[in-house]
T-cell receptor
Framework: GDSVTQMEGPVTLSEEAFLTINCTYTATGYPSLFWYVQYPGEGLQLLLKATKADDKGSNKGFEATYRKETTSFHLEKGSVQVSDSAVYFCALSGNNFNKFYFGSGTKLNVKP | EAQVTQNPRYLITVTGKKLTVTCSQNMNHEYMSWYRQDPGLGLRQIYYSMNVEVTDKGDVPEGYKVSRKEKRNFPLILESPSPNQTSLYFC????????????FGDGTRLSIL
C-alpha cells in the first residue's frame, strides 16, 4: 500500500544553516505530495505541495521537488531561522484521492 | 476567519464511557477527515467524508464511528473507549477531494484511563 518514510529527528541546526529533510514514498500511479508544518500546540499547516513529477513546490524559502525516478520529495531551505523550529510532516494522497498518508514527522530545532 | 474548530481540546475519561469529539468548519468544504497522531507514527487517518452522508474508512477505523449529517460538522464518536485510543486527534477539511491541501483544527488530546 501507499506509505511515506521520512528521516528521523530531531534535527538541530544553527541559525542560517542549510536544511534538508529527506522524504521518500511508495505509491502506485501519480500521487500528490505535500509538506506540512506543526508548531507547538497547533494543528498542521500546509507548507508546500506538488502534484506531478518534476514539479517544485515552494513557500517561505522552503522548496521540495517531486522526483518520480527516486520516489522522493526532500524538503530544503537555504538559511533556517529560529522561527522555523517545528515538526515537519511529509504526506501523500494517492490513487484514492480521499486517503492521506503521513510520515512520522521530523522535529527541527534551530539555535540562535 | 476561516477555521476548523474541535471540542473539547482536552479530555480525560475512563474506559467504556462513550464520548464524542465535535468538529466544525466554516469554509463550506466538502471533504472532512479525522486523524490520530501518535509518537513515532505520524498522523494516521481514521475516517473521511466526501460530502453529507458519504463517509469511508481510513487506515485505523476500529473503535471509532463518524457521521456527516450537515456539511459543516463531522463528529468523531468513541462508543466504548479503551486506553489504546489515548492520543492526539485532529480534524481537517478541504474544498474538494483529499488531494487538495487540508485545513487542520488545533487538536483534541484524549486520555482514556
Amino acid at each position: 500500500g501507499d506509505s511515506v518514510t521520512q528521516m528521523e529527528g530531531p534535527v538541530t541546526l544553527s541559525e542560517e544553516a542549510f536544511l534538508t529533510i529527506n522524504c521518500t514514498y511508495t505509491a502506485t500511479g501519480y500521487p500528490s505530495l505535500f509538506w506540512y508544518v506543526q508548531y507547538p500546540g497547533e494543528g498542521l499547516q500546509l507548507l508546500l505541495k506538488a502534484t506531478k513529477a518534476d514539479d517544485k513546490g515552494s513557500n517561505k524559502g522552503f522548496e521540495a521537488t517531486y522526483r518520480k525516478e527516486t520516489t522522493s520529495f526532500h524538503l530544503e531551505k537555504g538559511s533556517v531561522q529560529v522561527s522555523d523550529s517545528a515538526v515537519y510532516f511529509c504526506a501523500l494522497s494517492g490513487n484514492n484521492f480521499n486517503k492521506f498518508y503521513f510520515g512520522s514527522g521530523t522535529k527541527l530545532n534551530v539555535k540562535p | 476567519e476561516a477555521q476548523v474548530t474541535q471540542n473539547p481540546r482536552y479530555l480525560i475519561t475512563v474506559t467504556g464511557k462513550k464520548l464524542t469529539v465535535t468538529c466544525s468548519q466554516n469554509m463550506n468544504h466538502e471533504y472532512m477527515s479525522w486523524y490520530r497522531q501518535d509518537p513515532g507514527l505520524g498522523l494516521r487517518q481514521i475516517y473521511y467524508s466526501m460530502n453529507v452522508e458519504v463517509t469511508d474508512k481510513g487506515d485505523v477505523p476500529e473503535g471509532y464511528k463518524v457521521s456527516r449529517k450537515e456539511k459543516r460538522n463531522f463528529p468523531l464518536i468513541l462508543e466504548s473507549p479503551s486506553p489504546n485510543q489515548t492520543s492526539l486527534y485532529f480534524c481537517a477539511s478541504s474544498p474538494g477531494q483529499g488531494n487538495q491541501p487540508q485545513h487542520f483544527g488545533d487538536g483534541t488530546r484524549l486520555s482514556i484511563l
